[in-house]
């Protein structure tokens, strides 16, 4: 059986006309009593990091740091998210649309494990490694042995602030750390109420790359230190042969301190401080990629600063943070847990115990980590989003579009963060820009973009990989073009989709019109040579392969692409010869969800047995989610794609963080909240640092963003046609509330609920429109009038 994506109207029972005079109630949602604490969300230790996945981290987007909080020698890492070897000179394909003719012969003949080895050969640049790079490192060494007493180290994920505290020898030490996107600049302050003040030294270093050292470090003055540098990497290849890149991004860290007691002097690039009762440490940093003159930016920020004392510079950092932070509030209850540190709590949960507090904290903890890694004007959050120790990171800290990128930025719309989208699209127009000759050269496709699996700070849009199964794969731009929609579904911005979504849309939209081919047996329209990410099949001579004539996800890539296209063309009653051949074709478009012969949904297109049967990958429930092609108005396919998760889980299946992360919005969107909250756990449990990383392991920051997604969409969903209130609440979350939720169609929502059961219900929207709500199977229809509070209750009817 196969399914396609119908529209399905609802009868709505109520329809309530809203009227100025009586009935209509509008306030603020601070209006109301449960709405006027505002939590405070905190992680907090009793004992410095003892590594790098234990220290806290704080950003502006661009500047990134992990603070330790030792109290001998103090570590603070250093980021800047362009810090890339190498330059956008390696050219944009591989191969010819020769090439292609003969690997979809090899395919269509049956010659699957020659297609698997051909299509690297032909397409890919083996094995290129160009890996995001650590900034460095600050050290401050502070003299002799100390007894240290009363030690507290937190987070304040309301302030953005990291902060250490203790006492030592009867005085109190205080350290406090934040990146200040106002200022562009790392602040550190350190205090002591000791009468002798404080003596410590100041230094940076930064690791070698593979025995290579990139860096200069010299101190300018006595209260000043810099380190010049350039990218480099020493392993990596061009082609097929290994090739150094001695060449990448330069840039400059500039530090500098301004005493209350004290003294400095520098020797041999550090700096030496004694008798300190307050230092201020001014940090920054610039880099080519951004500015020609990198130095002289540094300059007049650390200029800018001359004026300004910290609790100045503090105070604007917190107004910034909290313009965005403060919209969303999610109070679960389990404050009673508070007194616990962080790690302790988290350990508890690993013991089998329930933590509603803390899995609030983790969700709000995916907020601040976005908002700290990408800004506007930034790139885009990476797959470390800008905290990285190494000059390799762990699968290079780059850009995978094969989900982990997307998965970053699923919290932005629901979450109320849709300004941090910003950066993902400035980054995937670079993609697009290049990747439309890709098309023409490598594919003969001569309109619309390509984009494979993964790219770098460049925004290479080739293939890059060894091996078919986990690098052969053409839809990376296909998949990330759903964002330029959900951003103007979640924020009703036209001119963006005027002027970037439909664009970029319609884009990766022309590539798939001229890349899909006449099935000679069907008449439709089929894709290949395609590959499932990261997963392969038995072939009929039982060994493993990756190549395949279609898959699921392809197609479910295909049809959302040509469908969202549409819709953001009706938006902007655009209608012509391109709309009307996009339709003719979406409507001869092979199915991407068939029902396979033991009611799951088929990963390819024909049933084939798995050698890895509990794969992490859940590609062809794509249409599930992100997608929206599956959902229970259609009951088979419904049906299908939870027996596709049991069988999957069955195996072994979701054991890594951000494949655990996606399996919650799987259950969210499936109203399976038995199957979420087990999910939700066992992410704490066995996928969560103390610092509260996600950990694949390694460290992986996309299960943060997945997570975050999916507890919004236990509370809130809206990618049917009608808003689902409460749609899969957890049983253990029996009372709580959340505030500033967001609905497609830029609705703002407020829910209170006790007893697991909803108690009041706010929504505003930003313009005039009617939205269907859905909550315990009673359906209305709601007339909302632009940026009016209305309130129901729990039977949804209007209170004031």
């Keep these: 059986m196969v399914y396609r994506k119908t529209i399905v109207m609802h009868k709505f029972i109520i329809v309530l006309a809203l009227f100025t005079g009586g009935i209509l109630f509008s306030c603020s949602p ?66 010819t649309p020769d090439d292609l003719a003969e690997l979809r012969n090899l395919v269509k003949t049956g010659k699957i494990h020659q297609a698997d080895k051909s299509i690297i050969d032909m397409f890919s640049y083996k094995g290129i490694v160009r890996s995001h790079q650590t900034m460095g490192d600050l050290y401050i060494d502070f003299d002799g042995e100390r007894e240290i007493r009363n030690y507290t180290r937190k987070l304040s994920l309301d302030d953005a602030l990291a902060t250490v505290s203790y006492q030592s020898g009867g005085a109190q030490f205080t350290e406090e750390v934040f990146a200040s996107a106002v200022d562009d600049v790392l602040a550190i302050r350190l205090a002591t109420t000791d009468a002798e003040g404080m003596d410590f030294d100041l230094r940076l270093d930064r690791p070698k790359d593979n025995g290579h050292s990139t860096v200069q470090v010299n101190a300018l003055s006595d209260n000043e230190l810099v380190m010049d540098g350039e990218l480099t990497q020493y392993e990596a290849v061009k082609g097929d042969q290994p090739t150094p890149l001695d060449y990448g991004v330069k840039f400059q860290t500039k530090l500098k301190v301004m005493l209350v007691g004290g003294s400095t002097s520098a020797e041999n690039g550090t700096l030496r401080l004694e008798g300190v009762k307050e230092a201020t440490i001014y940090l920054v940093c610039n880099t080519s990629y951004y500015h020609e003159d990198y130095a002289s930016i540094n300059d007049e920020v650390l200029d ?70 990408s800004r506007p004007g930034t790139n885009p959050a990476n797959l470390q989003g800008i905290w990285n120790k190494d000059i390799k990171a762990p699968w290079n800290a780059d850009y995978h579009l094969n989900i982990n990128l997307q998965m ?40 619309g973009s390509v984009v494979h699996h993964a790219s770098d700070l460049w925004a290479a849009p080739w293939m890059r990989a060894n091996r078919a199964y986990w690098g052969a794969w053409i839809h990376g731009g296909g998949w990330i073009s759903r964002h330029y929609w959900e951003h103007f579904q979640f924020t009703g911005d036209t001119t963006f989709l005027k002027e970037r979504g439909y664009p970029a849309l319609k884009e990766f939209a022309s590539f798939y019109m001229d890349w899909i081919q006449k099935d000679e047996q069907t008449g439709l329209y089929i894709s290949y040579p395609e590959t499932s990410p990261e997963n392969s099949y038995l072939a009929p001579d039982g060994k493993p392969a990756a190549v395949s004539y279609g898959s699921a996800m392809g197609h479910q890539i295909i049809s959302d692409v040509f469908q969202n296209t549409l819709a953001a063309a009706k938006v902007l009653s655009v209608k012509n010869d391109f709309t009307e051949e996009l339709e003719e074709k979406m409507g001869m478009l092979y199915p991407g969800v068939a029902i396979g012969p033991d009611g799951r949904i088929l990963e390819w297109n024909e049933p084939y047995e798995e050698p890895e049967k509990g794969h992490r990958h859940m590609s062809h429930l794509y249409a599930l989610h992100p997608g929206d092609d599956i959902t229970e108005s259609i009951p088979e396919a419904f049906a299908g794609a939870q027996k596709t998760i049991d069988y999957r889980l069955q195996h072994g299946g979701a054991g890594t963080g951000w494949s655990r992360a996606w399996m919650i919005n799987f259950n969210a969107r499936l109203l399976d909240k038995k199957s979420a909250e087990e999910n939700l756990y066992k992410l704490l449990e066995v996928s969560t640092g103390k610092n509260l990383f996600n950990e694949h392991p390694p460290f992986q920051i996309d299960g943060n963003f997945g997570y975050t997604a999916g507890v919004a969409e236990l509370l809130l969903q809206s990618h049917e046609s009608f808003l689902r209130i409460l749609p899969a609440l957890p049983a253990s979350w029996q009372n709580g509330s959340v505030k500033g939720l967001v609905a497609r169609g830029n609705i703002e929502v407020d829910i209170i609920w006790e007893a697991g059961q909803l108690l009041k219900l706010g929504l505003k929207s930003a313009t005039n429109q009617t939205k269907p709500i859905l909550y315990n199977d009673k359906k209305l229809a709601l007339t909302l009038s632009a940026n009016e509070w209305i309130w129901l209750d729990k039977d949804l009817n209007l209170v004031k």
């Design 304 to 373: 800018a600063l001359e004026s300004k004392g910290f609790k100045e510079v503090l105070s604007a950092h917190k107004k910034d943070f909290n313009e965005f932070y403060s919209r969303v509030q999610l109070d679960l209850g389990g404050h009673e847990l508070d007194s616990l540190a962080t790690d302790k709590r988290l350990k508890r949960v690993q013991e089998g115990g329930k933590d509603a507090g803390l899995a609030a904290t983790l969700f709000q903890y995916g907020r601040y980590l976005l908002i700290s890694s």
């Design 30 to 95: 601070d209006s109301s009593d449960e709405h006027q604490d505002t939590l405070s969300t905190v992680l907090w230790y009793e004992q410095p990091a003892a590594a790098w996945e234990e220290a806290l981290p704080v950003g502006n987007g661009r500047l990134g740091a992990m603070v330790f909080g030792q109290t001998n020698t103090e570590r603070i890492q250093l980021n800047e998210d362009s810090m890339w070897p190498g330059a956008a000179d390696w050219g944009d394909s591989k191969g």
């Design 408 to 447: 970053n930025y699923w919290p932005a719309g629901p979450t109320h963060l849709s300004e941090m989208h910003l950066p993902l699209f400035d980054y995937v127009d670079q993609l697009i820009e290049r990747g439309k000759v890709t098309a023409k050269e490598q594919y003969g496709i001569q309109r």
